[in-house]
């Protein structure tokens, strides 16, 4: 079974940066294509970012594309999610998850497994 461990947040000023990490146990993680989603309180779960297997393809949201880029390492059986520019909407709780398949759009329904999350808040 696939675990995922989702690491990195924290608290940072408007324009400061932040590197997300999700960590595989379990399987290996190039069988998966990966996705980073964030909820915000009140708000549904939204797909942020995501990336195919071998990472050739990646797809991101309108609202952070240009400052956020999604990354993975199979051999560390590792994804990540370099955020720079961050905003004050980019607070949410940030999780990575993983699905059997990849679409040029991250769905929740698509994805099975799931990290714990991890708060990311910007704020002066």
């Known amino acids: 079974q696939l675990h995922l461990v989702d690491s990195g947040g924290g608290l940072v000023q408007p324009g400061g940066s932040l590197r997300l990490s999700c960590a595989a146990s379990g399987l290996t993680l190039d069988n998966y294509a990966i996705g980073w989603f964030r909820q915000a309180p009140g708000k549904e779960r939204e797909g942020v970012s995501c990336i195919s297997f071998s990472g050739a393809s990646t797809n991101y949201a309108d609202s952070v594309k240009g400052r956020f880029t999604i990354s993975r390492d199979n051999a560390k059986n590792s994804a990540y999610l370099q955020m720079n520019d961050l905003k004050p909407e980019d607070t949410a709780v940030y999780y990575c998850?993983?699905?059997?398949?990849?679409?040029?759009?991250?769905?929740?329904?698509?994805?099975?497994?799931w990290g714990q999350g991890t708060q990311v808040t910007v704020s002066s």
């Open positions: 998850a993983a699905s059997y398949i990849y679409k040029t759009v991250c769905s929740v329904h698509d994805f099975i497994s």
